[in-house]
């Protein structure tokens, strides 16, 4: 297999890349581009991973994509095979401390791919919420220190799903209650050295969430111009491993913002 660079996409805002052609750029890195003729299932890819083993992982709005090097291999939604992954529409990627592949799509829940039997579980939207995330719209997922998986939605809060019970609880925005999750609108989830998780929301600004009491804070708060940080949209969180308790965040203006101290 052909050894592969990590490629890192940063999406401010939420742009499909089309592969095509080769890009060098002045520093002499050369990128190489593959479209649908190299056997790319579609053109608008969403979400890139790169996995322990080099494989590189791209989620499109027609499939789901692994790239060796060499070639595609596509997971498609197959209506009467139900270890198949349920949605071609795909969101957002994960690879959690075990080595499986978490995958979200627009309509049809969660997906875990099992690299042993090459099937898809499904975690279908479950009114009740406890065998399946509350809404079918999957906008992120990330692994916390327990070992459970957050799960973002874009209608219903955030999700958490325990690897061992096999159950799902949520957490929602509730009115005039401060201690709630600002937005049900999630776009990213990171978890810090203090255990605490950060929400990235649209509409609810930063939130730090306390394992421990369960209660959320809105963080970034400006008491006299909120919107002046743009912080009411929050697209992205990405740790600086370089800058301890550091972290970038996409908003309208690309902030570093400091866990210790809480501010800019």
Known sequence: MKKLGLILLLFVYNWAVSFSGNIT??????FKQVSIDKGLSQSSVFTIIQDRF??????????????????FKIFKHEPLNRNS???????????????????????????????????????LKDKDNFKGPNSAYITC????????????????????????????????????????????????????KKQNLWIATEGGGLNQFDLNTESFKKALKNDEDESSFGTDFIKSLIPLKEQSGTMLIVTKNAEIYNLNTQSF
């Not at 750029?25 to 050369?30: A, E, K, P, R, S």
């Not at 494989?55 to 090097?69: A, E, R």
């Not at 949605?87 to 592949?101: Q, R």
Request: glycine fraction near 12%; include cysteine; proline fraction near 0%.
């Open 141 to 192: 997922i990330y692994q916390s220190s327990n070992g459970n998986i957050w799960v973002g939605t874009k209608d219903a809060g955030i999700n958490e799903f325990d690897v061992v019970k096999k159950t799902f609880r949520s957490f929602k925005n509730k009115f005039k209650d401060v201690n709630s999750l600002g937005s049900n609108n999630i776009n990213c989830i990171v978890q810090d």
């Open 25 to 30: 750029i002045d520093n002499g890195l050369t």
């Open 85 to 123: 992954i349920s949605s071609n529409y795909i969101t957002c990627l994960f690879e959690d401390e075990s080595g499986n592949i978490w995958i979200g799509t627009k309509d049809g829940g969660l997906n875990l791919y099992n690299r042993q039997t090459r099937q898809f579980t499904r975690y």
């Open 54 to 71: 080099g494989f590189v992982w791209l989620g499109t709005s027609d499939g789901l994509n692994m790239y060796d090097g060499y070639e």
